[in-house]
């Protein structure tokens, strides 16, 4: 057991208990919050795979602007301070029983496929690596997905604006 | 156990994906469902660095999917967030059960 043995088992047990409270308690703001321990434990996993970038984007991206906007989606929609009702007993029975048995099938899978690691070449990020991959035209590069995805993003922004518009009446 | 292989990070993101999964099948409330996909796409992306670190040192192609991940899940909390708002204003109500007029 050495220092890095440890702290991934703090991380993998501070993601694990923020998300099982973020899906169980009762009260919507507290389960905001515990989404936003949970992607910043996820964060701090990226950071100790050595994926600093990864886990820089992943803060900016999730921990600023997704749970940011859901927050303020709870305070435009609900009264936070109240409780939800509680899930009736058979749905969370059954759902209990199949997520039990959906992850006990995909770990005894995962657990005997033996993946075979290979570490004679070290893996490390550069940022000027993912740049000059990310823009380059040749087989390797990434422009594509980078242009569909840079319109996705614009449909998206267009398509909420024209979503949450009020309409305005004034045609009487 | 002396050292973190690849199965043990898929245990962390196989634990997460089906937290994930229950919050989606009991709450029946759009935000916390959304939450809840939240939870799955992150897990999807802790796969995606955890093999390309283990597995395919030399490339650098998960750390891409990751980042595509990223922005396509912004995209869709952005999108669903705006379909909430909208729903809200029309049924002043953001349960599942409530919007059920395209049911049968």
New interface residues.
């Given amino acids: 057991?050495?220092a890095?043995?440890i702290i991934?088992y703090i991380i993998?047990a501070f993601?694990?208990g923020a998300?099982?409270l973020?899906?169980?308690t009762r009260k919507?703001f507290r389960?905001?919050i515990w989404?936003l321990f949970?992607?910043i434990g996820?964060a701090s996993?990226?950071f100790w795979?050595?994926?600093e970038?990864?886990a820089a984007?992943?803060i900016v991206?999730?921990v600023g602007?997704?749970v940011v906007?859901?927050i303020?989606?709870?305070f435009?929609?609900?009264k936070s301070g109240d409780e939800?009702?509680k899930?009736l007993k058979n749905?969370?029975i059954f759902?209990?029983l199949?997520?039990?048995f959906?992850?006990a099938f995909?770990?005894n899978l995962?657990?005997q496929y033996g993946?075979?690691?290979?570490e004679s070449?070290?893996?490390e990020?550069k940022v000027s690596?993912?740049g000059n991959?990310?823009l380059s035209t040749t087989e390797h590069g990434?422009v594509l997905?980078f242009e569909v995805?840079s319109i996705?993003?614009l449909a998206?922004?267009i398509?909420?604006?024209v979503?949450?518009m009020k309409v305005k009446h004034n045609e009487q | 156990?002396?050292?973190?292989?690849?199965?043990?990070?898929?245990?962390?993101s196989?634990?997460?994906f089906?937290?994930?999964?229950?919050?989606l099948?009991?709450?029946?409330?759009m935000?916390?469902m959304?939450?809840?996909v939240?939870?799955i796409l992150?897990s999807v992306?802790?796969n995606f660095?955890?093999f390309?670190?283990?597995?395919?040192?030399?490339k650098?192609d998960g750390?891409?999917f990751?980042?595509?991940v990223?922005?396509?899940?912004?995209?869709?909390?952005?999108?669903a967030?705006?379909?909430?708002?909208?729903l809200?204003r029309s049924h002043h109500s953001?349960d599942v059960e409530d919007a059920s007029e395209l049911k049968y």
Avoid: W
Avoid at chain 1, 115 to 118: S, V
């Fill in positions: 057991m050495n890095s043995v991934f993998a993601i694990l998300g099982i973020a899906v169980t919507i389960s905001a989404l949970s992607l996820i996993l990226y795979m050595q994926v970038f990864v984007v992943q991206v999730y602007g997704i906007l859901i303020f989606s709870i435009l929609t609900q939800m009702p899930p749905r969370s759902s209990a199949a997520v039990l959906g992850f995909t770990f995962i657990k993946f075979k690691q290979i070449t070290p893996f990020v690596d993912i991959q990310m990434f997905p995805v996705l993003l998206a922004m398509g909420c604006i979503i949450a | 156990m002396s050292e973190i292989t690849v199965t043990h990070i898929l245990f962390v196989t634990a997460l089906f937290t994930g999964m229950y919050g099948f009991t709450r029946r409330n935000i916390t959304l939450m809840s939240e939870l992150n992306n802790i660095v955890a390309n670190k283990y597995l395919y040192p030399g650098l750390v891409f990751t980042i595509f990223i922005t396509i899940a912004a995209a869709e909390a952005a999108v967030i705006a379909i909430i708002i909208n809200y953001i």
